[in-house]
């Protein structure tokens, strides 16, 4: 008897675990149409979309399964689809796929990017944040939503008004609508953590990410930028996604 209840209750718990998916809404509180991307890491199979558009005001969700582990979603801006090729592009973060779903391709940075990693190694810990390691496009926030009460991370501020001309990715009309990490502009190991500066102590902020971390101080703006970026969550909440909070 005790067994039966032990066994059915392990079953239920099983089935509870395995049946877990977990739902990611994504709000545009942009005043323009924003093209959400989604790139999934670590061999597993992509989400149901990787690309699609998102008016000015609209909210929409993605069904992530639940053998999901890792992925990066960001936000595409001045979309157009070429009337003489039919080709799909965008002024920042266009994955060149020459289509709305990007079908596995990443963003070209710079590019706001928020990286998701849902029970990873199966320890029951979500990992979230917010990466303008290779540079800033629009602002985001990441909000858990769920009752363990977890905190948001966003990166709120206007990261383009402020951009370096050496930095700076324009549009036609010259306005600034992307920002560079000094990484992806410059190709120096130490704005990249690389080479002799390939450990947190012997790769401090510089005054390029400090520029990032002064209009968003949640955000990783530059490789070891752990300490006050990474932001953690029991597994079971769903996220909700916000381009221009
Ligand atoms: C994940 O689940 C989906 C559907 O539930 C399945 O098609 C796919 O093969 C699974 N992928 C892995 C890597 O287990
Ligand atoms: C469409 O693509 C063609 C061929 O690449 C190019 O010459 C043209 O400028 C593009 N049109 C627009 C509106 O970008
Ligand atoms: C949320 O943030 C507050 C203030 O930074 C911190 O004290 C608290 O521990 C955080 N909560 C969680 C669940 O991480």
Redesign the pocket.
């Known amino acids: 008897m005790v067994h039966r209840t032990f066994l059915v209750l392990f079953l239920a718990a099983l089935f509870i675990a395995g049946a877990q998916s977990t739902t990611v809404f994504l709000t545009n509180k942009c005043p323009y149409t924003v093209w959400p991307a989604t790139l999934t890491g670590g061999g597993s199979q992509q989400l149901s979309t990787t690309g699609f558009e998102l008016p000015s005001g609209d909210t929409s969700s993605l069904q992530v399964p639940p053998n999901w582990t890792s992925g990066r979603i960001w936000g595409r801006t001045g979309c157009t689809t070429n009337s003489t090729t039919s080709k799909f592009t965008c002024l920042t973060g266009d994955c060149a796929s020459g289509q709305i779903e990007c079908n596995g391709a990443g963003g070209i940075p710079p590019a706001t990017l928020i990286e998701l990693t849902l029970n990873g190694n199966g320890n029951g810990i979500d990992f979230y944040d917010v990466s303008l390691v290779d540079g800033f496009n629009l602002p985001v926030s990441v909000e858990p939503r769920g009752d363990?009460?977890?905190?948001a991370t966003r990166c709120a501020g206007d990261v383009n008004g402020v951009c370096l001309p050496e930095l700076s990715v324009t549009a036609g009309d010259g306005r600034v609508v992307g920002c560079k990490s000094a990484c992806l502009a410059l190709k120096e190991p130490k704005y990249c953590c690389s080479g002799e500066f390939n450990t947190p102590e012997k790769c401090p902020p510089t005054g390029y990410s400090k520029l990032f971390k002064a209009q968003c101080p949640q955000a990783y703006s530059y490789a070891y930028d752990d300490g006050s970026s990474t932001?953690?969550?029991p597994t079971g909440d769903n996220y909700l996604v916000v381009f221009c909070p």
């Open positions: 363990h009460g977890c905190n932001f953690t969550c």
